[in-house]
């Protein structure tokens, strides 16, 4: 059984505090752009980066990692789900939700 290879991630979280959905950049702060993020290309730095945020707990919850491409403007998400968090919360009423 052969594993997959590699592919670039960021590192991705919910702000404890907020819920926001927060992206760890290279000097070690929290942004809520993923442009800002830290795009990283190896797998060992990957998991040293996540061990790193998942220590944080009085500032996130819930870190993982995020696979991801590079473009000109800076990282963006590959898969749906987390280019549907890039646009913010979901939690807000409309639709049926303000009707009722």
Do not use: C
Request: proline share 5%; charged share 30%.
């Amino acid at each position: 059984m052969s594993r997959r290879p590699f592919t670039p991630k960021v590192v991705a979280a919910n702000d404890l505090l907020k819920g926001d959905a927060v992206w760890q950049t290279e000097d070690d702060r929290w942004t809520r752009d993923i442009r800002e993020a830290e795009l990283i290309e190896d797998e060992a730095i990957a998991e040293d980066r996540l061990i790193f945020a998942m220590a944080q707990a009085d500032i996130i919850v819930g870190a993982y990692l995020v696979d991801a491409e590079k473009t000109e403007n800076g990282p963006a998400p590959v898969h749906f789900r987390e280019a549907f968090r890039t646009r913010g919360p979901s939690n807000y009423l409309h639709g049926k939700q303000a009707e009722g």
